[in-house]
Structure formats: structure tokens, C-alpha cells
């Protein structure tokens, strides 16, 4: 057969259960893969049930389908619960309708429940089939054309409850609308010297609560895993108490949905609040979030996040074989995974048993390695009374490189976590000069009292860096101070100017305490570690600009040229442009070429020529020293031919400015307490090793600086390797329309 006379194959995407952010834009990245590899794709409308329903429930949907959808909270295809698809007569319906269609493979975005009815639906198929086939609805040739279901899954939960996936879509948009809630309830909360308990969603899962307790500076946090043993509220008692004694002005308490004690019996937060007024004598509050958390636009990463996540499960189903096994399409540590979707869906609904026998450490391990270490990291935070004896220990903390958001919430976690250890905490103001100047301050566990929320960084950060000339210098300021072990939270600076003194250490004995840095930096360009400190919260001021200037240019005809910061790393270029579903992106990774920009403007303008009214192009502002932003402004302007206008965009300091995500905040938190951990085995065992966080064998763990030279390029100011640059392809396929007609994909046999 010709490769023109084959048959098309074709896959459907459908979204069920409860809606989260960022479906959408798993909805537009599956139907455009599909498209742009000879797939036909259809959407099914309103969950299970528009597969049963058929008719105009089930569309097919062309490129342009999926547009301008990505920054839309929700799902716009709609979801549903169905009760004709838990009866065979219902699935029965819905085999009829996909194969009178030509589909035969299905791309899932739901709970476990729609996961769970959709493999049984798979599981049935051959038998459907037959009896269609029987009672004359389908003819014998249709059903043998598609023999086999084919279904991959990702998961749309914003509980963050699915075993299989580090995050589930929409997660990280709820832990937005907290974090915008909690913040808000502080300052009333503050004020008046109230006590707060929030109820946070998550039906078995503590996810939400921890990160944002963390996050928003709970006091004390109840979640499902936990199921606290009878005399729960002495302890929460006293650690609000504790806490006012060490200089709270409010208390907050985060209690996840589904909490109950060991006796089976549930805690909801209006009984918490009971205790507290009772016992503790407060004027307390109660405030259910409720359905504020699924709403509202995804955040960045629930737009690039489900986008890889889609293109992968349209792939998934796409390229597979006959001995395919449903599978669940995931993410782990920024990378998409993929596990048997029934395996996955059998270790999730394991949890609640493993929660009803007080299997505390089986119900955590099964949330996934960081979600212990979360509710540790909390442990210690929260605790305004040492948990270890005095060590005697001194740790002085500083900032250099440019400003990220989330450096103080680092800060404040060090703060509180090396004072749970035992630990004397000294702030440093202003960097490195002010440790040469001597600026050097005790900080206590009220001092940092709400630095979590604050945008900035109230310690003070500062560019200049000690040369290696000035390691005497260097180390007699330690000296003076009495610094045993020095955390320094910063960027590029920070690590360059290390770097180059960790070799004089031999010369030097006032250098011989360990350091530890923690990478803070909204350019994302460091080593060792993925997602620095700042980055998340640079990324959603970015998207957020963006969906501005889109709505603004909505009412006429325009291209925009919007410049970001990262500057010889393209990361934050790239991974706005990925989620807010840019046509191009220019980087310095990968800089514009004459050759280049003319297709690009040849394309713009046979784009504007069809009909389209917005054109996005997002420059990393050291992309090209000659191809500036001004210079592609004109150069688009001049070849616009009057079908459209132009505008550049230079967002600048907004990218350092916001409030800290969730993310930033609480990674910075839990981050700072593994370097707290580290520096106190170094003292404890007499070491002074210079090291920065890395991952090391897919944990979080810590590598010497004086190697950093093998990974990092210290003139290009970035990783010789960047995880995100082999999302290139992903990027191109799904911003550019297939300009030529796609030959059918040629399927494996089955
Ligand atoms: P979620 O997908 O968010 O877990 P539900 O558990 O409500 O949400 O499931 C959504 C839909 O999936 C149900 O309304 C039903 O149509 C379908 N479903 C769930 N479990 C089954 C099952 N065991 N058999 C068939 N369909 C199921």
C-alpha cells in the first residue's frame, strides 16, 4: 500500500473526574503530536460520558482547535462523572462510538477512578467488539480494523495524590491559590493576633498541606498519613504556645480534608479550632479554601509540565505495539516517566490501608522520597525550642549574586532549622563585603517571624565577590566572627568567587570551615541542581506578563518580541516560551542566524496572511549580540507589509521582583535544612569541605566545589549540560503547524 492509501490512525484525548489547571494544555499538546504525525485526533466532550453520549460529544480537532487554550484554568472540553460508563451497556456504546470513528486509542487525563474505568473499558474492548459485531452495529471488517484499545493516562488531580508521578496536573496551580490565600489570612491574622485553622483539599493526601504549612509558616499542620495518636492536642497546644512565647503575633494551623485520628474518628478544622480557643484561650477562625484551589489560571509549570507530559502519552499510544500495556505517563525530577497505569493505580489505592493501620512510614514512602523529607523539614522549622542539644556551633549566612525571590524563605528555613539542631545562626548583611566589613548579626527564631512571604531578600545581596587576593582578608573576617561554617545562598557570584578561593584554603587556615551553597537564582544557570531557588517564581511572573500582553493585543493584529533575563542561559526563555506556547525562541544556546530569521518572517507573515492575529517570539536577552530585540522589532516591522504591527517587550526587574512561588519558597526551606544537616556532620566531624547542592544518584545530596569545573562553564555562566535543552524538539513540533499535507503515520503492527 502507498503510504498515501493508508489508514490514518487515529487517537482521542478526554479529560474526566475532577477538573485541575493545566489539562488543557495536555489537551492541545496530544492533539497537536497527533496532527503533526499523520494521526487524525478527535476530543471527547464532557469526560467517560462523551465517549458514551458519541455524536457531537466526540470532534475531531484541527491545530487551531487547541489554541490560545494553554493559559485557561479548568478543562475546556469539559469533564464529568458518569455513571453509564461504570455499566457495560454504557461502555458498549462508547466501543460503538470510537470505532464507527476509526479510534482506537485513548490518551486519559483523570483520577484513578477514570484511569481505573477506562483500563477495564480496554480490558472488555475485544468482547465489545464482538458483540457489536453480533448484533449487526458494527461490521465484521470495522471491528477487525481495530482489534486492540490502546490507552495511556496522566493524571489531573490537584490533591498531588497519584503514586507513579512526582506531581499530578494542576497540583502546583493549588498550592498558587493557598500560598495567595494564606498570605492574605496572615495579615489579618497578624493584626489582630488571631489564630487561623485552614482547611487545605486533599482527600487522603497531605501533599498541599505540608508544602504550603512550609511555605505560608504554619505552626502546626494535621494530614492524612499522620493519624495523630489521643493527646494530639497537648502537643498542638504547645507548640502554639511555644510559638506566641517566641514572639508570634498569630498562629496558623493547616488541616488537610480526610484527616482523622487513630481511632478512625475524623478531625475537622473546626474542632481544631475548638481545642484552640478552649485550651489556649484564642480568638480563633476557621476558613475552608474549598474550590478556590482548583480554579483560576495554571501556573507555569501546569502548562510546560502537562504539555511534555501530553506529547508523551499522544507518542505513548501512538508507537504502540501489540503486547502494549496501559501506561501511566509521569514526571520525576523534571523528566517524563512511565509506569503500567494499573500498577500505579494499585499502589495509590493501597495508601488508605496503609494509612488505617498507622503505617506511617509505608503511607509516606508511597507519596514519593520528598515528601518525608517535607514534613521533616517542617518538623523543624516549626519548633521554636531546640530539638538538639547545643552545639556550640556558629553558622553564618549570606547572599551574592543578583536578588531571587525565595532567598528569604531560605533564610528563615536555615534560621529555624539550624536552631532546632542546636546551632547559633549569624546573618551577614550585604553579601561579601559586609562579611569583610563585619556586618555580621545574630538571628534568632522571631527574627525571621514571616520572612517566608516577603519578596526580596532582607539580609541583602550583593554582586562583588572576594578575588582571591583578598582570601586573607576573607579569612580573618570568619575568624573575628566566630564563624564555624558558612551558608552561602546565591547565584553565579557566588559560585565563581568560591570557586576560585576553595584552592587557598592549604594557605589559609582562617578559610578551613565548610561552606555549603545553595543555588538561588532566577536565571536558573547553575550547577548541580535543576531548578534553582527563584527560577519558578521568575517563570510565573514571566507567564503572567505575557497572558497580559496577549489580551492586549487581542484587539488588533500583532507580533511581540518579548526579551527575558537568564543572560547566557536561555532557561527562562525557553521555559516560558514552552508554556505560554510561543511561535519562536531565540537563545544564546541556540542563536538566531540570518538563514533563520528569514524563514521565521517568511512564516509571520503567511501566518498573518491566513488569519492569525497574535505572533509571540520570546528572546533570551543575550540570545545574539547583533540580533537584539530592537533589531528583530524592525526587521519584522519592515517586512510586516502592513499585515501587522510590531511590539518589543523588555520585562526586565518584574522577573526578580515577585512574591515567592510555593515552590521557591518551600524548596528553599527544605534545601537550606539539607545544607544545615551537612554543615553540622562537617563540624561535628572536624571537616571543611566547600560544596554546593547537587543531585548525586537521584537524591539531593551535595558536590565539591572544587570540581565544579568539569560541569559548569564558568565563561559561558551556565551547565555544560542543561536538562531542559532536549525539550527543543517538543517546542518545535508544537508550535509550528505542519505546513505541508502529514503522510499517515505508519503504526507498529498489531
Ligand atoms: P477520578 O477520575 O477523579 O478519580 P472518579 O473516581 O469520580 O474520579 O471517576 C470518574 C469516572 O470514571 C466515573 O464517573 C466513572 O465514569 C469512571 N469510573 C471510575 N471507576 C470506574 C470503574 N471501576 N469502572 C468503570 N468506570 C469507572
Redesign the pocket.
Known amino acids: 500500500m502507498a503510504p498515501s492509501e493508508q489508514r490514518r490512525p487515529a487517537l482521542a484525548v478526554l479529560t474526566?473526574?475532577?477538573d485541575s489547571q493545566g489539562m488543557n494544555a495536555t489537551v492541545r499538546a496530544v492533539v497537536r503530536t497527533a496532527i503533526a504525525r499523520g494521526a487524525d485526533a478527535y476530543a471527547v466532550y464532557e469526560?467517560?460520558q462523551g465517549l458514551v453520549d458519541g455524536g457531537d460529544r466526540i470532534r475531531r480537532f484541527d491545530w487551531d482547535d487547541v489554541s490560545g487554550i494553554m493559559h485557561l484554568g479548568g478543562t475546556v472540553i469539559g469533564t464529568a462523572?458518569?455513571?453509564d460508563?461504570?455499566e457495560r451497556q454504557g461502555r458498549l456504546r462508547a466501543a460503538r462510538n470510537l470505532v464507527e470513528r476509526g479510534i482506537d486509542r485513548l490518551v486519559v487525563v483523570?483520577?484513578?477512578?477514570?484511569?481505573?474505568?477506562t483500563d477495564?473499558f480496554r480490558e472488555e474492548w475485544p468482547g465489545l467488539l464482538d458483540e457489536l459485531v453480533a448484533t449487526g452495529e458494527l461490521s465484521a471488517e470495522q471491528a477487525e480494523a481495530h482489534r486492540q484499545l490502546i490507552i495511556a493516562g496522566a493524571v489531573g488531580?490537584i490533591d498531588n495524590d497519584m503514586v507513579g508521578t512526582d506531581k499530578t496536573i494542576g497540583a502546583d496551580s493549588a498550592m498558587h491559590r493557598i500560598i495567595e490565600a494564606i498570605d492574605a489570612l496572615a495579615s489579618t491574622a497578624a493584626s489582630h493576633q488571631r489564630s487561623f485553622v485552614v482547611e487545605v483539599m486533599g482527600r487522603h493526601c497531605g501533599y498541599l498541606t505540608v508544602l504550603c504549612a512550609i511555605a505560608g509558616g504554619a505552626d502546626y499542620i494535621l494530614i492524612p498519613e499522620v493519624r495523630p495518636a489521643p493527646g494530639w492536642e497537648d502537643e498542638l497546644i504547645a507548640r502554639l504556645r511555644a510559638g506566641r512565647a517566641a514572639g508570634r503575633r498569630d498562629n496558623l494551623v493547616l488541616v488537610a480534608e480526610g484527616c482523622h485520628d487513630r481511632s478512625g474518628t475524623p478531625i475537622t478544622p473546626q474542632m481544631v479550632a475548638d481545642v484552640i480557643t478552649q485550651r489556649a484561650g484564642e480568638d480563633t477562625r476557621v476558613t475552608i479554601l474549598g474550590h478556590v484551589q482548583r480554579g483560576g489560571a495554571p501556573s507555569a509549570y501546569d502548562r510546560w509540565m502537562p504539555t511534555l507530559m501530553g506529547h508523551a502519552a499522544a507518542n505513548e499510544v501512538l508507537d504502540a505495539g501489540r503486547d502494549h500495556v496501559s501506561q501511566l505517563i509521569g514526571i520525576r525530577g523534571n523528566r517524563v516517566t512511565r509506569m503500567p497505569l494499573m500498577e500505579a493505580v494499585a499502589l495509590t489505592r493501597a495508601i488508605p490501608g496503609l494509612i488505617e493501620a498507622d503505617d506511617v512510614k509505608g503511607a509516606m514512602d508511597a507519596r514519593g522520597s520528598s515528601f518525608a523529607e517535607m514534613v521533616r523539614v517542617f518538623e523543624g522549622i516549626s519548633k521554636p525550642e531546640p530539638v538538639f542539644p547545643s552545639q556550640g556551633t556558629r553558622i553564618g549566612i549570606l547572599h551574592a549574586g543578583g536578588l531571587a525571590p525565595g532567598m528569604n524563605a531560605a533564610v528563615a528555613g536555615a534560621v529555624r532549622f539550624g536552631i532546632s539542631r542546636g546551632h547559633d545562626i549569624s546573618g551577614i548583611h550585604g553579601g561579601f563585603p559586609g562579611l569583610l566589613r563585619g556586618d555580621v548579626r545574630p538571628l534568632g527564631w522571631a527574627d525571621v517571624e514571616g520572612w517566608v512571604v516577603r519578596p526580596g531578600c532582607e539580609l541583602g545581596t550583593s554582586r562583588t565577590t572576594p578575588a582571591p587576593e583578598q582570601a586573607a582578608e576573607m579569612a580573618a573576617a570568619l575568624q573575628e566572627h566566630s564563624l564555624d561554617a558558612l551558608l552561602v545562598i546565591g547565584g553565579h557570584r557566588a559560585y565563581a568567587a568560591l570557586y576560585e578561593l576553595a584552592p587557598l584554603r592549604e594557605e589559609h587556615p582562617g578559610l578551613q570551615v565548610p561552606v555549603a551553597l545553595l543555588p538561588a537564582s532566577i536565571d536558573n544557570n547553575l550547577p548541580g541542581w535543576e531548578m534553582s531557588v527563584g527560577a519558578d517564581t521568575a517563570l510565573n511572573e514571566i507567564v503572567k506578563a505575557i497572558d497580559m500582553i496577549r489580551v492586549a493585543a487581542s484587539a488588533s493584529r500583532r507580533a511581540f518580541v518579548v526579551e527575558t533575563m537568564g543572560r547566557r542561559c536561555g532557561f527562562l526563555a525557553f521555559l516560558s516560551a514552552l508554556s505560554i506556547g510561543a511561535e519562536e525562541v531565540y537563545l544564546n544556546e541556540d542563536p538566531p542566524t540570518l538563514a533563520r530569521l528569514n524563514a521565521d518572517v517568511a512564516e509571520m507573515v503567511a501566518g498573518f496572511r491566513a488569519g492569525r492575529r497574535f505572533h509571540l517570539s520570546v528572546r533570551n536577552e543575550e540570545a545574539s549580540e547583533g540580533y537584539t530585540t530592537e533589531f528583530l522589532r524592525q526587521l519584522f516591522t519592515e517586512e510586516s507589509q502592513g499585515l501587522f504591527g510590531v511590539r518589543a517587550q523588555i520585562l526586565g526587574h518584574i522577573q526578580q521582583g515577585g512574591t515567592p512561588t510555593a515552590f521557591d519558597r518551600a524548596h528553599g526551606a527544605a534545601l537550606a535544612a539539607t545544607c544545615v544537616d551537612w554543615l553540622t556532620g562537617q563540624v561535628l566531624s572536624g571537616r571543611h569541605d566547600w560544596r554546593y547542592i547537587a543531585v548525586v544518584d537521584d537524591k539531593v545530596s551535595t558536590a565539591s566545589l572544587t570540581k565544579m569545573g568539569d560541569t559548569y562553564d564558568l565563561e559561558a555562566r551556565r551547565p555544560r549540560e542543561q536538562w531542559w535543552m532536549e525539550l527543543g524538539e517538543v517546542m518545535e513540533l508544537l508550535a509550528k503547524r505542519p505546513t505541508e499535507p502529514v503522510e499517515p503515520l505508519a503504526t507498529a503492527d498489531r
Do not use: K, P
Request: net charge positive; aromatic share 4%.
Open positions: 474526566s473526574g475532577g469526560g467517560l462523572r458518569s455513571a460508563f461504570r483523570g483520577g484513578d477512578g477514570s484511569l481505573t474505568g477495564i488531580s
